[in-house]
């Protein structure tokens, strides 16, 4: 089930135009989905939600402007519908840990194939310094790493840990592929512009892999934060790397404490998740749940693994446009 948007427009028009009049075109469409033709996987529902979720949720006030202009430029149904569907997917697939994702070896190229050893080294070295730098333990549980454990760096406890990317993906993924590229060049855009993150720039290839872009989670709550279930968020107000764990619902986040307090031993050396990171990665999750689209990728993906082959009917057209971005690695 999704959440109706607040019907009472929160941005004011005299300060915050754009804004202003893109939310009253989601609320609009939201009005208006039972006589507006669905032209996409998603629903006409869902894509006004969305986007007015992603518009209320934008983590800063530049970011929000620039996406409430496109949302502004949509002067037709199918134009809106179509910007949802570019979001859901290449700005829900920033982040979210596709359960059934495998990468397809006949897609990498020779370039990618010789990067592998580095990327292995890269992983491995940063699960090295984001255990010293978080003490062993998960962030939010405070379990401690079972191969830590062995190796009698820190005292017994029953669970492993793993490391988490806010980001998921490196963005130089596959850039032989066109189908490929667009998608990079996607998320370009709508990260440079909603998040004001220069992704490239800061996470490319094996800089995926930077301590600024990893947790430290146990490997149930890994799966959660990968999944959008779970995420960090802080108010302007909070002292600096303090974060209260959210979640789409109560029993993810049953246990953890009602506030985090992330810590370093040494900034430079161990640098903490960058903020922005974080709050993009919340932003994401909250206007992805609120909306529904999470709902809609989860069926889709559960769908697609009970699926052993597709059928050519008016009912496996939604698995069958998620199994070709999944393909693709979006």
């Known amino acids: 089930m999704s959440t109706p948007l607040p019907h009472h427009n929160p941005f004011d028009r005299a300060y915050l135009l754009a804004s202003h009049c893109a939310y009253d075109r989601c609320l609009d469409l939201e009005c208006r989905n039972t006589v507006v033709k669905k032209t996409g996987p998603l629903t006409v529902l869902m894509c006004a939600r969305f986007l007015g979720y992603i518009l209320i949720e934008a ?76 003490g062993h333990r998960c962030m939010l549980t405070e379990k401690i790493d079972s191969d830590s454990m062995e190796a009698d760096l820190v005292a017994y406890d029953d669970a492993g840990v793993t490391i988490t990317r806010v980001f998921d993906r490196p963005t130089h993924e596959d850039l032989d592929i066109y189908n490929k590229r667009r998608h990079i060049e996607a998320i370009r855009a709508v990260l440079g512009q909603l998040g004001q993150i220069q992704i490239t720039d800061e996470l490319n290839g094996v800089d995926v892999h930077r301590l600024e872009n990893i947790l430290t989670l146990d490997n149930v709550v890994h799966g959660w934060f990968g999944q959008l279930k779970v995420w960090l968020e802080r108010k302007p107000e909070d002292p600096a790397d303090y974060y209260r764990p959210a979640a789409t619902q109560l029993y993810f986040i049953e246990g953890f404490k009602p506030e985090v307090q992330l810590t370093t031993p040494d900034p430079r050396i161990y640098p903490l998740p960058d903020p922005q990171y974080l709050a993009i990665h919340a932003a994401c999750a909250r206007a992805a749940h609120l909306s529904g689209v999470a709902k809609h990728i989860d069926t889709a993906s559960h769908e697609m693994a009970e699926t052993e082959a597709l059928e050519d009917d008016r009912g496996s057209g939604d698995v069958l446009h998620h199994a070709l971005m999944r393909h693709l690695n979006i």
């Open 59 to 134: 983590p800063t006030h530049v970011g929000r402007e620039y996406f409430a202009l496109e949302v502004v430029r949509c002067d037709e149904d199918e134009a809106i519908q179509a910007l949802a569907e570019l979001y859901k997917n290449h700005f829900i697939r920033c982040f979210r840990l596709d359960k059934s994702h495998t990468l397809v070896p006949s897609c990498r190229s020779a370039e990618e194939e010789n990067s592998l050893p580095q990327t292995v080294a890269s992983h491995i070295e940063a699960k090295k310094k984001a255990l010293i730098r978080d």
